[in-house]
């Protein structure tokens, strides 16, 4: 197996409304049949999907999904923009559960509560500059 994510894929109870909320931060959707709105992103792909129908394509109960322990990041170019990004997302409907700070070894970041209950962290890594594309390496580019 190669090193790689290719497609995330969140469950939402309202996937229209999820989106809405994405498409609110800027995002825009990429053109799909077969019932998951998508969102191309750099490398990967964003898929969400009505909670029940994921459920039964797994083949478990709604239940047993539950919200898992899991965050998604997205590194931004500058310490500003950590807060300027988590300013967008409670305007577009999240929940912030941690403003922007300092972080201990020397980052930035806050989170981020988005309306289908996904966790997002926005952070700036100094050691960890982004490609010009967007593209992000544990250690940069």
Not at 24 to 50: H, K, N
Request: hydrophobic share 45%; charged share 20%.
């Amino acid at each position: 197996m190669e090193q790689r994510v290719s497609l995330i894929t969140i469950g939402a109870e309202d996937p229209e409304a999820a989106a809405r909320f994405y498409e609110a931060l800027g995002w825009r959707r990429t053109d799909s049949p077969d019932g998951v709105i998508v969102f191309d992103l750099i490398g990967q792909t964003l898929g969400l999907y009505p909670l029940t129908a994921l459920a039964e394509e797994i083949g478990v109960g709604v239940e047993t999904l539950g919200r898992g322990a899991m965050t998604l990041s997205h590194n931004c170019r500058s310490k500003e923009g950590v807060a300027e990004l988590l300013q967008a997302a409670e305007a577009a409907g999240a929940e912030i559960l941690k403003p922007a700070s300092d972080v201990f070894w020397g980052g930035h970041h806050g989170y981020f509560r988005a309306p289908d209950g996904t966790i997002w962290e926005v952070a700036f890594n100094p050691y960890s500059a982004l490609a010009p594309d967007g593209a992000f390496r544990w250690n940069g580019y």
